[in-house]
């Protein structure tokens, strides 16, 4: 293109002034649009990493997780390095091409498809309040529908075989806490000693957004937990920390290997963090808990969150529709 352009305005140049003149203004230009090829696309990306870096540190204020920073930073710096082009210049039709061609390839899955759209929902709704651009180019992208799939719960004889299979007083107590308090397992890791109350059997957990709430626990995590710090001889505040010295707080990645090894040694299928929280909510709905207590218990901003686990056990649905209907 650059090369039709010169020759254009080399043919419209002779006759008007001499050849040398010609030959100066044709090699100026040439530099000013090599210069501008190469610096255009890096200015974009600069001013786009920009108002990126600006929007994290605002969601970063709202008490963001670092966890979700993080997501948000690659997911958007990902579509930002594919489109090329400044954040006022995307159009609607960009982002659906975007997430029509990222689903392809990479064979994803609608839920993952709608997140990525919430991502770029949040981001460009913030540029559009703050005044970066005049219109967010995802209000015309609707929200992904796509069917919720039944998730499993532990059963009664499938927690007694991890407990038995725990091998020692601290994984016991890591699946009595589990399971008896319903707790996120990056709020389990950053538990404290002092957010015990024994008396009460309840802790103070810090959850997303660093949002503090109280949960409780019952009589045989309270006994477990006593045996397992009273045993302990280290001084570190953690509740839990690892089994090796130097004694130090366990992580979440520390969590899950041992759980995969508790996997491995039960033949219990996909035994996870989050699944001990399900079982704890299933259970409690299905003894009568109001949903609202069971929202406060978990943690839950959105009372919607809390209602797709009464939709697990398909049991109680059938001895209801037997009671009320039948």
Sequence with gaps: ????????????????????????????????????????????????????????????????????????????????????????????????????????????????????????????????????????????????????TVKDTFTDEELEKIRDACGNIRNLSIIDTLISTGMRVGELVRLNRADIDFNERECVVFGKGDCERRVYFDARTKLHLQEYLNNRTDDNPAVFVTLHHPRTRITINGVESMLKILEESTKIQNIHPHKFRRTMATRAIDKGMPIEQVQKLLGHVRIDTTLHYAMVNQENVKNSHKKFVA
């Design 1 to 148: 293109m650059n090369n039709n352009l010169i020759s254009e305005l080399r043919a419209k140049l002779i006759g008007k002034i001499d050849d040398e003149s010609i030959s100066i203004v044709v090699l100026e230009l040439s530099k000013l649009l090599i210069n501008q090829n190469c610096t255009e696309p890096q200015k974009i990306a600069e001013a786009n990493k920009k108002s990126l870096q600006t929007f994290l540190s605002s969601k970063r204020l709202e008490g963001c997780s670092e966890k979700t920073i993080t997501y948000y930073q690659s997911t958007i710096t990902m579509f930002l390095d594919k489109i090329a082009l400044p954040v006022s210049d995307i159009k609607t039709e960009d982002v659906r091409i975007y997430l029509s061609d990222y689903q392809s390839k990479r064979k994803s899955s609608k839920i993952t498809i709608d997140n990525i759209r919430r991502i770029f929902s949040s981001f460009f709704s913030w540029l559009e309040d703050e005044e970066y651009i005049s219109k967010s180019p995802i209000r015309r992208i609707h929200k992904v529908k796509f069917g919720r």
